[in-house]
């Protein structure tokens, strides 16, 4: 009961200090009479994401650079306040319409976030389809943890199906040995340049994917560059990368030059 209430409080300070616009918003927090405890968080009116894969069947890469960018901001939010949210998955993003435009991205549940600085063997809690080999062995992790776990969200949103599937054990197994069928061969159209995204997202040493949630968003605008894709959310602010890079995303990306993102303070 201890344990479950503490990862209440988790959750419950956590959000509500991210104030990030693709993140759950948290109102308030709290202890009822009878001893339960209460969060008191935004409505999302929309489609849980898995929900929209299992119904509409593999996303268009335009969609999937799109929705990719957000959760990529939103998880760099994360991150910057301290925090891995460690169960991205599609049944933790909503799509919403929100200022008339779909695929407004709300990531919710950090039920199980942990603490960069107290990160040391506590990576066991994990849904197994979207769970690096660092996690699943109880290893020390970082903010690549919610890297691997993003690229497993990609990789379903593009096929229609998690990278690895079967029984848990089979899949916890994949998961530490083997690399994912490549989505061109599952579905066609997919752009190579967005396939090498995922492939490095999806390696199984932390230190072989993207460095953090700017470079895997910079990559993802990369992509989209090389493929000549254009998508309904190119107005977003590009990522804090090095100035070089920054410049060369901003030249090139679709639409009119956008500015970098602002840094965020977090409390």
């Given at each position: 009961r201890r344990?479950a209430?503490?990862?209440f409080r988790?959750e419950?300070?956590t959000?509500a200090a991210?104030g ?6 948290i ?11 209460m969060i008191?968080m935004e409505y999302?009116?929309?489609q ?5 894969i299992?119904?509409?069947g593999p ?5 999937v650079?799109?929705i990719?960018r957000?959760?990529?901001?939103a998880?760099?939010?994360a991150?910057?306040a ?5 169960d991205?998955?599609?049944?933790n993003v909503?799509l919403?319409e ?6 407004n991205?709300?990531l919710?549940d950090f039920g199980?976030?942990?603490?960069l600085d107290?990160?040391a ?19 020390a992790?970082d ?6 776990a993003?690229g497993c969200t990609l990789?379903h949103m593009l ?5 690895h ?8 197994r994949?998961?530490l040995q083997?690399s994912p069928?490549?989505?061109s ?7 190579a340049?967005l396939e ?12 072989d994917?993207f460095?953090d ?6 990559a993802?605008?990369?992509a989209q560059?090389?493929s000549?894709?254009s998508t ?7 990522p ?5 890079r920054?410049?060369r ?7 009119e030059?956008r500015?970098?993102r602002s840094?965020?303070v977090?409390?």
């Amino acid at each position: 009961r201890r344990q479950a209430l503490e990862q209440f409080r988790l959750e419950a300070r956590t959000t509500a200090a991210m104030g990030h616009p693709n993140i759950v918003d948290i109102f308030d927090f709290t202890r009822l009479d009878d001893g339960r405890f209460m969060i008191v968080m935004e409505y999302v009116e929309g489609q849980c994401l898995v929900d929209e894969i299992s119904q509409a069947g593999p996303m268009d890469p335009a969609r999937v650079i799109a929705i990719g960018r957000q959760l990529c901001q939103a998880l760099d939010a994360a991150h910057s306040a301290g925090v891995v949210h460690r169960d991205v998955k599609p049944d933790n993003v909503m799509l919403r319409e929100f200022n008339g435009r779909t695929d407004n991205v709300k990531l919710v549940d950090f039920g199980i976030a942990s603490v960069l600085d107290d990160s040391a063997g506590q990576g066991r809690a994990c849904t197994p389809q979207y769970a690096p080999p660092e996690q699943i062995l109880g290893e020390a992790f970082d903010c690549r943890l919610d890297v691997y776990a993003l690229g497993c969200t990609l990789y379903h949103m593009l096929t229609g199906a998690a990278p690895h599937h079967g029984e848990v054990r089979e899949v916890l197994r994949k998961q530490l040995q083997e690399s994912p069928v490549a989505p061109s061969e599952l579905v066609a159209g997919i752009p190579a340049a967005l396939e090498q995204v995922l492939s490095r997202s999806l390696e199984k040493k932390p230190e072989d994917r993207f460095e953090d949630m700017r470079d895997f968003e910079a990559a993802l605008c990369e992509a989209q560059i090389a493929s000549g894709i254009s998508t309904s959310w190119d107005d977003l602010g590009l990522p804090e990368v090095d100035p070089d890079r920054l410049a060369r995303l901003a030249a090139q990306m679709p639409g009119e030059s956008r500015p970098k993102r602002s840094k965020r303070v977090m409390a």
